[in-house]
């Protein structure tokens, strides 16, 4: 276990040092950031002028949803997209075949290889938005419901990370970049906004097939001291399936790769 | 590593099938290729058995596409064996424990892993990590390789910024990190000049001498094998075609040997053909080729018969005896 910690923490400040080399394109990168938040923040301003309201949500409590959006989007651009995209590369270059003679465990490697610090100050600021937002909307915090809170951001992150790598890893037959992580980007995206904001189709969906509500919603609603404990149940079971479905399917796909691969 | 003292590697009847789907060209081949598809077996290694001892420094010969790496990737587990058994140090190979990890290492001449904007020295605490060395080990090691090595600074430049050789060599040292027993390299000077060729076949050789590891490569610079590999094992079209030592190889293919002459005065080419095949006849300099059992009678007659200023004896070039050799197909 240790030795997974030592290999982290080598493989995170390698990473920063390789993006210091190229420092115009790091600030390019923070810069992009800052802009698609200050966007998305004024879209959301958008629907609330004159009073409106988003489903059942106020301007504060749809702010949490936002911030937990940034949160997580930030978590997406330093963690999933430089490993998971990266997983192809490795297929068609061949160099999965160094990986998977190093004694660790191969889906641990390909997954947090790389950390961009590009997407650390937008996971910093999803963060400070939903506090701010949950205490103007005159949520009291409790150890309890911060607890929560951060259960249910895991359970989000588990499951957009597991249905990412499913994705990546069928590149194993593909052998193909394809624009399916895109896909996955725009569901992010669709959790934005409240998911009582949806019809009432879209919003089955986007909680039992495709869990999106998982992602923004939920959690946001866990910081509000609103989230149901039985929702959170699910969601902890929901994500563990998730995530032991992936190691599976890494498992099968490999299973392909060593007797296909030459 | 345990069990079976004499013999490290243990190949037996080894074979490895590709599956293909054929289709046929054309909007209906596509069709019929979705319905019904027809898939046929095609062998990229053929029954292969052989032996290698702890401390062996073994070259594996053969043409492009002759099934060199995939034999090489199935004794280090990156490829499943479609029949027969692989035996590296009593372990198998295809489950990729990671004590049987942590006793080989691949080098592979035309893939790197260093990290291309780094230097090899933050790739090789990445690796010193991964395989549970402490940062003393790590550096320990890491003088003692460069020192073998002959690298110095150029361990702490950008790998982007070093020579193809100095590259080479660092990822040597990073695939030997963890003092592995068995080595298994793939071209590994595969683009190099001369010089770093050289460098790295002496590394190589001073390697196995000092920590008695086996090494198993594959290369297409026969300078390389003659210079490494006493024990040639070659494969051509996926079977075994000969396991032995490097000189009765060349012998079995060539059971002639080069008579090189300069002679005084230029002499017509149908004095010669009596000695032996014509090679060569260039003004005053012949080459011919001469079965061993004639050749001291040969060469005595052609210092009678002619004027000569010089006379040379030598094998043909190894590499050209290897190359008729996958043309012909068989050996002798």
Redesign the interface.
Known sequence: MQ?YF??I???WS?AF??QL??QLNFLIELLAMLGTLLGSVFILSLFFTGGRQLGDWTWESALVIQGVYTFLDGLTNALLRPNLTEIVNYVR???L??V?????DSQF?LSVKKFSFAGLPEIILGLLIVFWAAIQSGSSFSIYSLFVFIISLLIGFIILYSVWFLIAASSIWFVKTWNATEVLRALLAAGRYPISAYPVVLRFIFTLVLPVAFLTTFPAEAILGELKFNILFFGLILSSLFFIFSRLFWKFAL?HY????? | MPNNPSDLILVDQLSKYYRVANKQPGFKGTLKHFFDRKTYDVPAVTDISFKISPGEIVGFLGANGAGKTTLLKMMCGLIHPTTGLVDVGGFSPQRRQTAFLKEITLVMGQKQQLIWDLPPMDSLYVNAAVYGLSDHEAKVRINELAEMLELGEELTRPVRKLSLGQRMKSEILAALLHKPSVLFLDEPTLGLDVNAQARVRSFLSEYNKRTGATILLTSHYMADITALCPRVICIHKGKLFYDGDLDSLANSLSPSREVKVELKNPCASEKFEKYGEIQDLNDRFVCLLVSRDKLTNVVSNLLTDFDIIDLEISDPPIDQLIGELFIKGEVN
Do not use: H, M, N, V
């Not at chain 1, 060593?258 to 030459?262: D, E, K, L, V």
């Open positions: 030795r030592k290999t923490r080598l493989f390698t040092a390789s080399e190229y270059e061949g160099t075949d160094y998977l003679l190093k004694p660790i490697w299973k060593t007797s296909a691969s030459s």
